[in-house]
């Protein structure tokens, strides 16, 4: 499994290496499409079925089954 | 990575080229409006002048330290410096456009909250980015690459057409000052790409490699 990681992360640096422009460019629009998106969706109604919304789900994956696992 | 964090806090550039990215665009916008409506902009000024101190410098100060500069390192000094080495400048301003325009989708449709609402902005502010990225690539080509000079220029604009920046001093319309800024920035632009033969300020191929080693 580490094996397969590394190779995955020298791969990635590789590409990166190669195409400069484009990681920035993805790493930019996922920043901002994030910080847009994300805190809005966090709480936003009709996303998940049953009236729960991804906060909702982060807090009791997150707060209570993690820690409790 | 040396090299941009050379040239994105190279200030040791000649002083006419912070008053071309600090004092151009106010003094234009002046002219522009006085032209517009006459002289209640500068009656405006006059009355409010405090709020220069108070409202638009500090709006100035915070584009400065906290977005702007901080923004052209990526746009300018990483993305069209890298672009410009291998497209020319001109080519290079406008694929920067491109992608700086796009960047602009998510909070554009945040503020809109609606499809529609955001593709007539950001159609009707293409031009005005490519206008920008005209200006701000001549500018950081002039002034031997600094990103400092293109992202002053930048918070300048941006702290000119904030609702609290030189629109209340001036107690004019924000959406009117953005429209008038807008077509100033264009106007700029395809004059410095016109009188420039699309060179942008960069000099020969050469000195611009030999700038960002």
Avoid at chain 2, 110 to 120: I, K
Avoid at chain 2, 143 to 151: F, M, N, P, W, Y
Wanted: charge should be positive; aromatic fraction near 10%; glycine fraction near 8%.
């Amino acid at each position: 499994m580490n094996v397969h990681l590394g190779m995955f992360i020298r791969a990635l640096r590789s590409w990166i290496i190669q195409h400069p422009i484009i990681s920035f460019l993805i790493l930019a629009y996922a920043t901002t499409a994030a910080l847009a998106f994300v805190p809005e969706a966090l709480t936003e109604l009709g996303l998940l079925p049953g009236g729960a919304t991804p906060h909702g789900v982060l807090e009791n994956v997150a707060g209570s089954a993690v820690p409790l696992s | 990575m040396r090299n941009l964090a050379r040239r994105s806090f190279k200030w040791r550039v000649p002083l006419r080229w912070y008053a071309v990215s600090l004092l151009a665009p106010p003094l234009i916008l002046l002219l522009a409006v006085m032209a517009l409506y006459g002289l209640a902009p500068l009656r405006a000024l006059a009355q409010n002048w405090s709020l220069i101190f108070t409202l638009f410098l500090p709006a100035l100060v915070i584009m400065i330290l906290f977005n702007n500069v901080a923004e052209e390192i990526g746009w300018t000094g990483f993305t069209f410096a890298r672009l410009q080495d291998r497209h020319g400048p001109l080519r290079a301003a406008l694929l920067t456009t491109v992608f700086f325009w796009l960047y602009h989708v998510p909070s554009c449709y945040v503020e809109t909250r609606s499809r529609l609402a955001t593709a007539v902005v950001l159609g009707i502010f293409l031009l005005p980015h490519l206008g920008s990225r005209l200006i701000i690539g001549w500018l950081y080509n002039s002034a031997g690459a600094s990103v400092l000079i293109a992202g002053l220029f930048h918070a300048m604009h941006n702290a000119i057409v904030s609702a609290t920046g030189l629109v209340a001093v001036l107690a004019l319309p924000q959406f009117e000052v953005l429209v008038i800024m807008a077509a100033v920035v264009v106007l700029a632009g395809a004059i410095i790409a016109v009188g420039t033969r699309g060179r942008l300020g960069l000099r020969q191929s050469s000195e611009s490699a030999a700038d960002r080693k």
